[in-house]
């Protein structure tokens, strides 16, 4: 129903920045709250950061300070700006947007994710 295409990952080393895109097939950023996710192999999948309808962001502790999530609604497209990149940031990074009754509740619809390599 609803398609999320991520962009923008890539390699890149320690102390180094990176934007990701995320761009949907239709107009729903002001109709769920959008997230990021990240998962690296042999641990769980984790919930980076999000952003409501009206803007208002939501980091987890160890991104805070060197990630920004945010959205251009025209453009249907959600971004994460990602800077001060470490070894420990190396995942499959996840487009989701999930309902906005309950923002940290499982997202509805999943893009099927950008590699990011962080090398130190």
């Known amino acids: 129903q609803v398609q999320l295409v991520e962009s923008g990952g890539g390699s890149v080393q320690a102390g180094g920045s990176l934007t990701l895109s995320c761009v949907a097939s239709?107009?729903?950023?002001?109709?769920?709250?959008m997230a990021w996710f990240r998962q690296a192999p042999g641990k769980e999948r984790e919930r980076v950061a999000h952003?409501?309808?009206?803007?208002?962001?939501t980091y987890t502790d160890s991104v805070k300070g060197r990630f920004t999530i945010s959205k251009d609604n025209a453009k249907n497209t959600l971004y994460l700006q990602m800077n001060s990149l470490k070894a420990e940031d190396t995942a499959m990074y996840y487009c989701?947007?999930?309902?906005?009754?309950?923002?940290?509740?499982?997202?509805?619809?999943w893009g099927q994710g950008t590699q990011v390599t962080v090398s130190s």
């Open positions: 952003i409501n309808r009206a803007g208002t962001t």
């Open positions: 239709s107009y729903i950023s002001t109709t769920y709250c």
């Open positions: 989701a947007a999930v309902s906005v009754v309950v923002c940290y509740g499982k997202p509805t619809y």
